[in-house]
């Protein structure tokens, strides 16, 4: 009655392929958890500022125009691994 039993290594072999496939599983998990969030979402844009302001590369010269931001006075962008200058409001 004893082979009708399933061997120690079998039982092993099962226990550890249950193990695997749960660590998997876990993991995969963690990956699409890791995909579907990987920044924070943006307030909705009721909660956006309009804003209208203009900045200057201090390096290269570049100039851009900053319409939204979560506040009124955002920090300003890097250019050029810098801080931007802010140049004026622009109505
Ligand atoms: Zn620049």
Known sequence: MIA????FGATLWFLGGVVL????WKVGL?????MSSPLP?????GEMRRINVRYRCGVCGV?????MAPDE??????H???DMDLVAPVD
Do not use: H, K, N, Y
């Not at 009708?4 to 061997?7: I, M």
């Not at 979402?41 to 844009?45: E, F, I, S, V």
């Not at 006075?73 to 890097?78: A, M, N």
């Open 4 to 7: 009708a039993l399933p061997s």
């Open 73 to 78: 006075d955002p920090p300003p962008p890097r």
């Open 41 to 45: 979402a943006p307030p909705p844009t």
């Open 80 to 82: 050029c691994l810098e």
């Open 30 to 34: 963690g990956m699409l958890r890791g």
């Open 63 to 67: 100039e851009l125009r900053m319409v």
């Open 21 to 24: 496939f749960r660590f998997i």
